[in-house]
């Protein structure tokens, strides 16, 4: 090969081939192109050993020979031995001296390249060519096959005629009778091996067992009919079901049926539910793929239960036309994406205490995605999706660690059954027409639908959801309102109630990001505690208690002093008012001052409609309520507070920081995360071009800081708290009637529901509390007192002298008959 310089102001040498003089554009040879790695015109050298080792085979095949000829005859001399053989053993010599007339052909070639070109080009090339002419490829194979057959029964003659002592002809067919003579023996090793080999077999049989369950037509009862609150993704569901009942209606267009279904979503939005009303549309049988049933103790298992399930598949797929199979929780198998790489288990998430001490729940006075954002701030654990909760108790944690569920090679024999080649079916198709020369026919096509679910899609192998292997990717997300009342209908309709459809419609919209599964939990808790209260229907009364105790669990069996009782109550009620005086995106869900087990007391919210956007006006309401406890506390004890406002100043704070350096919503505009990612927010490095230049506005990062603000962020995060926390300590004085009056209402009932709050506020009949007795001015004069009173005993560390006011009896039952009767209107 030689290089010449290419006519151009590049200076790259391009290969250009010596026969042709064509250049390779940038080094690439055509296909047809045989590798230039050397002088082609002679042969490649042979080291000593493959020069040799024929020969040297054939010698001991030789002397192999003279030791049979004197073990025949233990008294002959080994020199008439090798006499005797060099007369019987002709043949032996042929094969050397062929051999070795290739050898010497063979060092011929290797240096005289006249002589390999002759033999290469015109000798053996010629035959190739005409060969290649003549016959196809399949026709050459064929006739090779053949040839190779005839070559080695021709030696097994030669051999068989030699031991046997008569000529190669009659030794084949001596052959069999002497093979039958020898058959006890070989069947006793074949027992023998086989026996070994099967306990094997039977013991990975018996282990790739079980995990695989099979449902026929009969077998399921569910349709699309029984899945409430998705209808938008069952709607997309049924595309798929067409194409398996009429595969045709797309292939005949140049098509394809799509052949892979993942729907993700959190638990117990009905994905499962899903994958069976597909099942029980169709009519075809589903195969329930257990989650843990590709961990296995020994490695291989795995592999051998997914040809395993493969197999079953194709077979109920050509009997009934079509199968489904579904992967529930499909992350334990195919768990090798970003998620399953993020790191080993135990990284931090984010706990309670992240955003709290001892005390109040900071963080459950600010809406759900408030709680995302204070939760990414804190942690930047990279999530693209803020947690569903359906109270606002804490930020549950995010981050996990990963591993590959099952073992190896599992993962890897699911991508190939799912878009592999597939084998001819059949043994006389596969091997008995290949042996007579046919082409064994194709396989059929597999109307196989595959449906996965998971809550966590990021952990899955992007190998695993491309299309060819999962088609078609649907959320199942968490019902609207809509749904949710659909949902809560159809689970009501199976028991005994007396809901109206205004209080279902009321129970959709306190219960936001409630799943299929958690109303289904709901509805039976209910009943649980009717029957608990010796009811037979469930009541309003029966759904809130039940939703209390889903969402904060029992309560903890502790009782508060009652000057301690007092103040978490003044806490709460502060937080309470406040947020029904500035807060219109969210409502009050409940109020409580029970003590769980990350919390002395708490307000929840939920948001009464479906938002995506947020507002200034809203985050500062978010502020207000957050400052509502440090403002009641400093007035209503006189300026002293507790520790427990810890978590509601952090909270406070960084949604005020974000305002300020982040949303646009303060007194500056410029976006901090900008600023430090171009190096200019103090205490980060500016960066520089190539030249050494700064890239920015040509002043130190501390000097441009100053100069846009970036310096005094502190301040004006502290000028925005303050402002608030003024305005909120107004507010509470102009509502200090409605703070006491509600103070005591949670003294007394421990838990009021979001409606009652509202009703004691408003002075007006709830549903369960009657707000109308804070109306006169007398109870309001001995809520003052008994307040004095507890704040003389915190000042103190003394017992409250006065006892909690109590209502006049027979306006207590008067206006528990009516609450009740409210309650079951």
Known sequence: MIFRRKKTDQLDDQPITEATG????????????APHGGDETKRKRLSLWDRSKYLLLLTVVWFALIWAAMADNPLLPFGDAMRIQVRTGWWVFVIAGIELVRQIHFFISERWSRYHLFWTRRIFGGFERFSHRRFSAWTRFRLWRAFAWVFWIAVFAVVAGKLLHTSP???????????????????????????????????????????????????IKTRFTDVWGQDHVVER????????????????????????????????????????????????????????????????????????????????SLRYGGVIVFFDEADSLGRRGSLAQAGPPGQAGLSPAAFQHAGCNGTAY?????????????????????????????????????????????LQALLTELSGLKKPRGLVNRYVRRLVGMRPKPPPKYRILVMMATNMPESLDEALLRPGRIDRIYKVGYPSKPGRVRTYEGYFSKVRHELTEEQIDKLATITPYATGATIKDLVNEALITAIRGGREVIGWADVMQAKRLKQLGPPEDVEYIERERH???????????????????????????????????????????????????????????????????????????SSGVSGDLESATTVASLMEAIWGM??????????????????????????GRAIGFGATPKAAADRMGVGRLGERIEFLLSGLLEKAEQILAENRHDVLALTHALETHKTLTGDDVIAVIERRQGPLIDGTIYQGSELADDLESYHEAAVSAHEGHTNVQLNLPVVPESKVQQNTGDGVAAARS
Request: with cysteine; proline share 7%.
């Open 237 to 316: 569901v049924k595309e798929n079901i067409v194409f398996l009942e009429r595969p045709l209606e797309i292939e005949e267009k140049g098509g394809y049926v799509p052949g892979g279904l993942l729907l993700w979503g959190p638990p117990g939005t009905g994905k499962t539910l899903m994958a069976e009303a597909v099942a029980g549309e169709t009519g075809k049988p589903y195969v329930f793929v257990d989650p843990g049933a590709f961990i296995q103790m020994f490695f291989g298992i795995g592999v051998l239960k997914v040809k395993s399930l493969f197999r079953k598949l194709r077979r109920l």
């Open 366 to 410: 600010l809406s759900p995605d408030v709680q995302w954002t204070l939760a990414r701030t804190a942690l930047s654990s990279g999530a693209t999706e803020p947690p569903r909760t359906g109270r606002s108790r804490f930020v549950a944690g995010a981050g996990m660690g990963g591993g590959g569920g099952g073992d190896m090679g599992t």
């Open 22 to 33: 064509t250049e390779h554009p940038e080094g690439l040879r055509p296909p047809d192109d």
């Open 666 to 691: 303060g007194s500056g505009i410029s976006s901090l995360t900008a600023l430090q990612s171009l190096g200019i927010a103090e205490g980060n490095p500016e960066p520089r071009g190539k030249a």
């Open 567 to 641: 103040a978490v109550a003044v806490h709460e009620a502060c937080h309470a008012v406040m947020a029904y005086r500035t807060r219109r995106h969210l409502e009050i869900d409940i109020a409580t001052i029970e003590k769980g087990s990350d919390y002395l007391g708490m307000v929840a919210s939920v948001k009464p409609e479906d938002q995506f956007t947020r507002w200034r006006s809203e985050y500062e309401a978010d502020i207000l309520v957050s400052l509502a406890s440090l403002a009641g506390e400093r007035m209503f004890f006189g300026q002293d507070s």
């Open 169 to 219: 002809p009659l030794a084949l067919f001596q052959a069999p009778a002497l093979l039958w003579k020898a058959m006890p023996l070989l069947l006793q090793l074949a027992f023998a091996f086989f026996f070994v080999v099967f306990q094997f077999i039977g013991l990975f049989w018996f282990l790739s067992r079980g995990g695989i369950d099979v449902y026929y037509p009969d077998d």
